[in-house]
């Protein structure tokens, strides 16, 4: 008997293993770890991407690769060729609805950035996907979960994130939006309604491996966007034949069910009625796309529970995004001799994050806001006092992850996440929001990390993972900009075109030096981000829509600076091969 419960909290013993789904061949058991110890995939999530062929089901792949009996890699690797399908298998062409003169770009002073920006905008057919009917008539053949509507995924066709994304799409729709993609928009809110009532929350994303776990919960914040867009941009009604008031009451059940699923999963009770919310996804075994590298680590424990217990962990950090950072490191753990062992450290089941906490608490404020009812005004009070209480940190004016379960409560470490607050605003009554913006702008410039020159780092320790320094990561600059560029506090908004102009500018010259968009990039050196467990990705869906949106916010003033574009050869060269040899 396999445990499939969702719990709510961390303190359990676990009798057996808890594993990401039922499919013996897409998330455990002893035919996917064959498969994947052959080690002739140049990662793990190639294979749990493959389709099985038609005519064949799982539990006759099952017998035919028992009566091999031990057999070798390359016969291993035959016997995958065999039955299996390459992977991408679940998507068919379709004409992407681009418009193609959005008025964004008539905003834009600068010709070279306006250009940037309308080839930037021209990268949406190439990410747009329409799934296959035959996903749906069979879908034991995929580890792919169907989709009723159109979506967006991160990577082109050559990448490895070739399904849909739940908090990349927040930045999808942002960009979307800027784009005038609005039925596109639409119906990435659809998907995520329809997962929501199938699964009674999100999926980290839409793979069958991943429905233990979600990530960052951006749902009703994705939705409030597009009815205050909807608003101020009646194109957008009219291209979905629906009135702003009526997107809200249509998507708002499912904001509910949602929200309710974290109050019942993912909240921490503290003390005197208090509590939060953690990441905790209750997997005990490797994660199936990432099978070899949660395998090495898990190896070298030699303690069951403690090893379910770093299982948990691990999964739990790859729901909060931020798979893997020293963030996850509990406080005063963490130095320069565990780089490159983050992983095997992270006890990310005992941390209360600002960022996870800071959305849903702009949740309940958007779903008190459009349902007024009570209980919502309640847990936004509730919730805001303990992001106020445990998390501020009044002397260096900044939050700070609050790790519960430890004996030290705060990191002294710069994490981007500290500064989350900034984008939803959603302070305590008592609070000056101008000032308090200041304050955190004053703690940024004193760490130092509006000193970089392409961008904001997530941190400042070189762990050789990629969610840390020297890496910046779209979503994070993001929210930094934009929570000081909506303050009312001068200074900030001054920052907030300084820092916007810089990312715009920085991703411009490595567009114009590869011909790509990136997922991250080095703060130092303006190239393209590297660390973690796979090559760095090109498309790409959340950097596009951050640009997007800085350029529909900042492009009056913005102007152009950095590189012309005419770098060396070599570096070209170089990344050619190396998304050749590794972008599957």
């Not at 994303?205 to 233990?212: I, Q, S």
Request: negative net charge; charged residues 25%; glycine residues 6%.
């Amino acid at each position: 008997m396999r445990l499939f419960k969702y719990f709510s909290g961390f303190s359990l013993t676990f009798a057996q293993d808890v594993y990401p789904c039922d499919s013996k061949i897409f998330c455990y058991g002893v035919f996917l770890n064959a498969v994947q110890n052959a080690r002739f995939f140049t990662e793990s999530k190639e294979f749990v991407d493959m389709k099985i062929k038609d005519g064949l089901d799982e539990q006759q792949i099952l017998v035919n690769f028992e009566k091999l009996q031990n057999p070798t890699a390359e016969e291993t690797e035959t016997f995958v060729k065999d039955h299996f399908d390459p992977n991408g298998s679940e998507f068919e062409n379709y004409e992407f609805p681009l418009k193609p003169n959005p008025k964004f770009l008539e905003k834009i002073s600068s010709p070279e950035l306006r250009e940037f920006g309308e080839n930037v905008h021209k990268i949406w057919p190439q990410l747009g996907r329409k799934v296959k009917e035959d996903v749906r008539k069979n879908n034991d053949l995929y580890s792919f979960i169907p989709l009723n509507y159109t979506t967006v995924v991160p990577t082109g066709h050559d990448g490895r994130f070739r399904e849909m994304y739940y908090w990349d799409s927040y930045w999808h729709i942002r960009g979307l939006l800027v784009s005038e993609a609005y039925q596109t928009v639409f119906d990435l809110l659809k998907n995520f309604k329809s997962l929501v009532d199938r699964f009674g929350f999100i999926p980290n994303g839409t793979r069958k491996y991943y429905t233990t776990r979600s990530q960052p919960p951006f749902y009703s914040t994705s939705v409030s966007d597009f009815y205050e867009h909807c608003k101020e941009n009646p194109d957008a009604a009219s291209e979905i034949n629906m009135s702003c008031d009526k997107i809200l009451e249509f998507f708002l059940p499912s904001m509910e069910a949602e929200l309710n699923w974290w109050m019942e999963n993912r909240k921490i009770d503290l003390e005197n009625g208090e509590f939060g919310f953690a990441y905790g996804c209750p997997i005990t075994v490797p994660r199936p796309e990432a099978y070899l590298d949660d395998q090495e680590v898990l190896d070298e424990i030699p303690d069951a529970e403690k090893r379910r217990q770093k299982a948990r962990d691990i999964t739990s950090a790859a729901e909060s995004g931020w798979d893997f950072s020293s963030r996850w490191v509990p406080p005063g753990v963490y130095n320069a001799e565990m780089k490159g062992k983050v992983t095997a450290n992270l006890e990310t089941t005992k941390v209360l994050p600002v960022d996870l906490n800071s959305i849903i608490l702009n949740s309940a404020v958007i779903l008190e806001k459009f349902s007024g009812k009570e209980k919502y005004k309640s847990l936004k009070e509730t919730l805001s006092k303990t992001i106020e209480k445990y998390m501020y940190d009044e002397e260096k004016s900044t939050y700070k992850d609050y790790w519960f379960n430890c004996q030290t409560k705060h990191s002294d470490k710069f994490f981007s996440s500290d500064f989350s607050p900034l984008y939803f605003k959603n302070y305590p009554a008592n609070v000056d929001a101008d000032d308090r913006d200041l304050a955190m702008l004053e703690s940024m410039k004193n760490q130092g990390v509006l000193d970089f020159k392409h961008g904001i780092p997530q941190s400042l320790d070189e762990s050789d993972e990629q969610w840390d320094f020297p890496n910046a990561w779209p979503p994070s600059v993001h929210m930094i900009i934009m929570g000081l560029a909506r303050s009312g506090c001068e200074d900030c908004r001054k920052e907030a075109k300084i820092q916007a102009e810089k990312w715009v500018n920085s991703n411009r010259d490595a567009y114009l030096e590869f011909g790509q968009m990136f997922e991250k990039m080095n703060v130092e050196k303006g190239s393209p981000g590297s660390g973690g467990e796979y090559v760095v990705q090109t498309g790409f869906g959340w950097s596009n829509g951050v640009v997007l949106d800085f350029l529909n916010e900042f492009g009056e003033d913005m102007k152009l600076s950095g590189s012309s574009g005419a770098k060396s050869s070599f570096s070209k060269i170089l990344l050619a091969t190396l998304l050749f040899m590794f972008v599957k």
